[in-house]
């Protein structure tokens, strides 16, 4: 088991930032360097949809490149996603996951959290 706990969200302007973090309890990321965490998040009435991700490089999706930054914390057993230039359409619950592979779908992934809602006012 890996269980992933994500904090951070909450309610922001447009253009306002804020920084999502998921920890791990238990075992370490560092322990399993195999192990690739990513972010999805999901808005009302939508598809879940791939964010970022790291193992040894980090991966965006289109809409957040250039806006969010996604790092670890093997120290802190942590992931973090700094989230810049937020707009309403980055509103949804904002989950992370791990797995052994680097997968956009998700399907890869064998540990979620139970998410953290973001919600960008216009």
């Known amino acids: 088991q890996l269980p992933l706990v994500e904090s951070g969200g909450g309610l922001v302007q447009a253009g306002g930032s804020l920084r999502l973090s998921c920890a791990a309890s238990?075992?370490?990321?560092?322990?399993?360097?195999?192990?690739?965490i990513a972010w999805f998040r999901q808005a009302p009435g939508k598809e879940r949809e791939f964010v970022a991700a790291i193992r040894w490089g980090t991966y965006y999706a289109d809409s957040v490149k250039g806006r969010f930054t996604i790092s670890r914390d093997n120290a802190k057993n942590t992931v973090y996603l700094y989230m810049h230039s937020l707009k309403p359409e980055d509103t949804g619950v904002y989950y992370c996951?791990?797995?052994?592979?680097?997968?956009?779908?998700?399907?890869?992934?064998?540990?979620w959290g139970q998410g953290t809602q973001v919600t960008v006012s216009s």
């Open positions: 238990g075992r370490t990321f560092s322990t399993y360097t195999m192990y690739t």
């Open positions: 996951a791990a797995g052994r592979d680097y997968d956009p779908t998700g399907r890869a992934y064998s540990y």
